[in-house]
């Protein structure tokens, strides 16, 4: 699909690490195409304060241990003007929920690994039986490796955004520890959003830290944080007074970053200016993961009270595959690729799939203290 304002093409990829192994032997992820509408119409609007660009932050309290209380509501989730899988935009009413402030960093997910002894997929030797979609004799089992999917800038001129093979690749070794794969580490990155970590992975720190990943609603709720209709997270300007309010992609993608933003990859947390909620990087930076399931026709079927989402996936691109739901955006989203960062941006990707530009964030039901404000 095209972008129907600019008409270029603008995609993003969920990809499964083991598609590289055996240089040949491909499973293509579905593509994802979305567009930046002339205006999001998406939102509530109905209770939203604050003007176009840039809204002054609103009170929230932020509790001791790095979450913030997001008070229950009603919302429009998704976006007429959106992508197919965005529509219908439909009424959605949530009670109230803690919400992490920030993307789980490298510090806390080492936290994690140290008290529990917990290994992630990408560290694990691969199990042939583990791998979905694959059929024995399709691939050589002893050729498998640890290891994460990773960008890279092609060393061929791109000729089109539909050959995203030109700049993904699966690395041996890459992890969270090694993000850009064997030789490469975390050091001096504590404060980075952890990434190469799968959907399971995220759930093993959820649930040692008491808490779970977020509903697709939930998040998108916590992104629009009571705002008026806006494109993007912070407004509809992409760079007020000058200013940019994401970590995302400048310059031509995928060959030339601008670096206007000073980042290549991820940046640290809390870098950029929080939305009204007081929730950081929630757009751009690095995708999230949900617990929903993937289906590119739930809103014409979603509950209107607390959704958690369809019951089983399907994605018509990839139907042999299950799919989990990512969204935020990331740092490698530009206006003419992918454009992740608008609100009601969708993406997906199966659940044992670890990528250089996704991590995730917690939510928790824990009654808020008293001082929270309804």
């Given amino acids: 699909m095209a972008d129907h304002n600019s008409g270029s093409s603008a995609r993003d990829t969920g990809i499964r690490p083991w598609q590289w192994a055996l240089g040949g032997m491909l499973l293509i992820a579905a593509i994802v195409v979305t567009v930046l509408p002339e205006k999001d119409s998406s939102s509530d609007g109905k209770t939203g304060k604050g003007g176009d660009d840039a809204?002054?932050?609103?009170?929230?309290?932020?509790s001791t241990n790095g979450m913030v209380w997001i008070p229950g509501g009603t919302f429009i989730m998704g976006n007429e003007q959106g992508n197919p899988d965005e529509r219908p935009?439909?009424?959605?009413?949530?009670?109230?929920?803690?919400m992490d402030i920030h993307e789980v960093t490298n510090d806390q997910f080492a936290e994690f690994v140290k008290a529990t002894g917990y290994v992630t997929f990408a560290e694990r030797q691969p199990d042939f039986s583990d791998i979905e979609g694959l059929e024995p004799g399709m691939i050589d089992p002893t050729a498998l490796m640890p290891g994460s999917v990773c960008f890279r800038i092609p060393?061929?001129?791109?000729?089109?955004?539909?050959?995203?093979?030109?700049?993904w690749t699966f690395v041996p070794g890459a992890n969270w520890r090694q993000p850009t794969g064997s030789g490469s580490s975390i050091a001096g990155k504590g404060s980075h959003p952890v990434v190469h970590v799968c959907y399971e992975d995220a759930v093993a720190y959820c649930e040692w830290a008491g808490k779970r990943l977020p509903t697709e609603a939930e998040w998108e709720y916590a992104c629009r944080a009571n705002q008026p209709p806006t494109k993007f997270v912070w407004g509809d300007t992409m760079t007020p007074g000058g200013q940019w309010m994401a970590n995302i992609w400048q310059g031509d993608f995928p060959a030339g970053n601008t670096l206007e933003d000073k980042f290549l990859t991820s940046s640290p947390v809390m870098s950029f200016p929080p939305n009204a909620f007081g929730l950081f990087d929630m757009g751009g930076n690095i995708w999230e993961w949900t617990q929903d399931w993937y289906r590119p026709d739930y809103?014409?079927?979603?509950?209107k009270k607390n959704p958690k989402g369809p019951s089983s996936s399907w994605d018509p691109q990839e139907p042999h595959v299950r799919k989990k739901v990512t969204r935020g955006g990331s740092f490698l989203c530009?206006?003419?690729?992918?454009?992740?960062?608008?609100?009601?941006?969708?993406?997906?990707?199966s659940p044992d799939t670890g990528l250089i530009h996704t991590g995730f964030r917690c939510v928790s039901e824990a009654p808020p203290p008293a001082s929270a404000s309804n």
């Fill in 89 to 98: 935009a439909h009424e959605v009413t949530l009670d109230g929920f803690w």
């Fill in 299 to 303: 809103y014409s079927m979603s509950a």
């Fill in 334 to 349: 530009s206006d003419v690729y992918c454009v992740g960062y608008r609100p009601s941006s969708r993406m997906k990707s």
């Fill in 55 to 62: 809204a002054a932050v609103n009170d929230f309290q932020w």
């Fill in 155 to 167: 060393d061929e001129p791109v000729t089109s955004l539909d050959n995203h093979l030109q700049w």
